[in-house]
Every structure is written in C-alpha cells, then in structure tokens.
C-alpha cells in the first residue's frame, strides 16, 4: 500500500513535466539510442540510478506513447507492473497492448487483472470492449451481464451494454438496454444514442427523449437534441417544424454545420433556390471545409443553370472528400 502512495504522488509531480515536454518519433530507430537521447534521457538517467522504482518506468512510458512510440514503451508499461503490482498501471499496460493489436495478450492479461481487483469495474469493461472488437459478442455481453448481475441499477453497465448491441446490429435489444440505463439515470448521452437510434427509424419516441433532455437543459445551450428532433420532422417532410427547429441550432450556436446543411436542403427540395443558396453560402462561410456545403451549393447552381458555379464548387467538394460519388457524376453530366 505504502508503495501504491508513492507511486501515486511521483506520477502526479511528474504530470505537468510530461506535457512540458516535447519530443519526436522515429520510427525504425535502435530502441537504446532513442531511449539515451532527450527527452527519455533523463528517465533513463534515472532508471539507472534506481531500477527498482516504477515511477521512473511508468514516467518514460507514458512520453513514449505520447510520442507514438508504443512498441518501445511496451517494456516500460510491463515493468512498472512488475514492479508495483498497481491497478492504474495495469490500466495504461493494457491499454499498450491494445495499440499494438496484441489482442490475445490484452485478454489474458485483463482477465488476470479482473481476478486480482474484483472491485475495480474497469478491467471488465475493457473486456467487453476488446471481445466485441474481435467478434466475440457472448463474451463481451457476459462481462456487461456480470455487473448488472451485481447491480441491476448500475445504469452505465446498461448503457455501455445498449452501445454494444448497437455496434452489434442488434437494434432490438440495445434499445431494450439503453430504456433500462435512462430509466434509472436519465442522462443526456444516454438519451442522445437513444434519440439517434429512434431518429433512423423515424420513430416518434424521439420527441419524448428530446423534449425530456431539453426541459432538463438549464442553460439554453443544448442543440443535438434540437437537431434531432428537426431531423425527424424533416424526414416526414415536415417542413415548417423542421425549419425553426434548425433555426433555433442556429440561434445558440450559428457556427454549427449540421444545421446550416438541413435547412438548406429543406429549400433546395421545396424549390425555393434562392433561399437554398443563401443557406449553403452561408454553411461555406461557417466551414470552408465542408465538403457537403459545396456539394449542396453545386446542386443548387445546377437547377439555376449557373453550369459554371455548380462544377467550380462539385470540383471543390471533391477536392475535400473523394468518396462524394455524386459529385463525380455531376461533373461528368455537366460536361
């Protein structure tokens, strides 16, 4: 125990260093020779002077990976555990592991870590996470399972479970599973995934969830769920609650893309094309590197037969986003 609070308080003097100090990858470089120059020298210097200190260990480590370093800080990780036997170690170990896709060792290590700190929840929840990466969906649900069978309150493991069987394809029950987690702690990231699991299937629950987190939002800053909730009225072609829905994302953050883009393309689908260029000239201004602004913006010079505009900015959205395939076939049509 003595030696987890010296660990802990050495780590916690050497945060502010650490971002202090900046260095360069190299990849492909003799691990000895990176490790004896700055900034790792001085963690070098002092492993020498102090092998058996994991602090020194877990210290240049942690700068290695800053430095995108991984493999080389590998070693570090795995001695600073062999050496404290401490659970946030452990942690970034882990973690190291998963870098580099040693997803095999990752398992047995977390599940050697799971057994000798039962009270620390967090090795389960990256089990979970590393066997749904890998396809292992029984597993990765068993871990989830196990901590509600522990707390059937525990509304995170709920909702991490519902954020699983969404990655999963399995609509049905992760919403089953996020319902639960909202039910008992109505946060708002929980209602959001909600909400966008709702929104792609047009399902009016979403103005429930929406209106739920809204009423709860004391500042008046909220917009995703305004967003949302727009989406929706505008995919039932809802035009007029959809457009002042945009409106007010606008008002409380007009720097927000998303919804420059929506109403902009509710004009450009009612015909009204001045409206709609205005609209995406003024998403162009918001961001110049939105690829989809320029796209839009194209679409609408095309239907008024401004041939050169619409190809100078099809040519600019793809500029910015090679995968905007209707941009290409605009292009070739405008030939």
Same mark, same amino acid.
């Given at each position: 125990? /003595?030696?987890?609070? !010296? ?12 971002? %202090? ?6 990849? &492909?470089?003799? +691990?000895? !020779? ?54 946030? $170690? ?15 060792? +990752? ?8 057994? !000798?700190?039962?009270?620390?929840? /967090?090795? &389960?929840? @990256?089990?979970?996470? %590393? ?21 059937? %309150? ?64 004391? *500042?008046?800053?909220? $917009? ?11 995919? !039932? ?14 008002? @409380? ?10 109403? &902009? ?18 998403? $162009? ?13 194209? @679409? $609408? ?10 190809? /100078?900015?099809?040519? @600019? ?7 905007? *395939?209707? +941009? ?8």
């Amino acid at each position: 125990m /003595e030696m987890k609070k !010296k660990l802990s308080v050495f780590i916690s003097g050497l945060v502010l260093v650490l971002f %202090l100090i900046s260095g360069c990858t190299e990849s &492909g470089a003799d +691990a000895g !020779k990176i490790l004896t120059r700055p900034p790792y020298r001085a963690y070098t210097d002092s492993i020498r002077q102090f092998p058996e200190n994991p602090g020194f260990y877990l210290a240049r480590a942690i700068l290695l990976s800053q430095n995108n370093l991984h493999e080389i800080a590998s070693a570090d990780y795995k001695k600073a555990w062999d050496l404290s036997g401490d659970e946030g $170690v452990a942690l970034e170990y882990a973690s190291n592991l998963r870098l580099l896709n040693h997803t095999d060792e +990752a398992l047995l290590f977390l599940n050697e870590c799971r057994k !000798k700190f039962p009270e620390n929840k /967090e090795f &389960g929840r @990256r089990l979970s996470e %590393l066997y749904a990466e890998t396809g292992r969906r029984e597993q990765a649900l068993a871990e989830y399972d196990k901590l509600i069978q522990e707390d059937s %309150l525990n509304f995170m493991a709920w909702y991490e479970r519902g954020l699983l069987l969404s990655k999963l394809e399995d609509t049905a029950e992760a919403l089953a599973s996020l319902e639960r987690s909202y039910s008992i702690q109505p946060v708002n990231y929980t209602g959001l995934a909600l909400a966008n699991i709702y929104s792609a299937q047009q399902n009016p629950r979403i103005l429930v969830i929406c209106d739920d987190i809204l009423r709860r939002d004391s *500042t008046g800053e909220m $917009v995703d769920a305004l967003m949302l909730k727009g989406i929706y009225y505008s995919d !039932k072609k809802e035009y007029k609650p959809a457009l002042e829905l945009f409106e007010k994302c606008i008002q @409380r953050d007009w720097k927000f893309i998303d919804a420059h883009l929506e109403k &902009g393309k509710i004009y450009y689908f009612q015909k009204d094309y001045q409206k709609a260029l205005e609209t995406f000239k003024m998403a $162009v201004t918001v961001s110049n590197t939105d690829a989809d602004a320029y796209f839009w913006l194209g @679409r $609408v010079y095309e239907e008024l037969k401004d041939y050169e505009q619409a190809k /100078e900015n099809y040519q @600019r959205a793809l500029s910015l986003d090679k995968k905007i *395939t209707e +941009a290409k076939d605009a292009l070739k049509r405008l030939k």
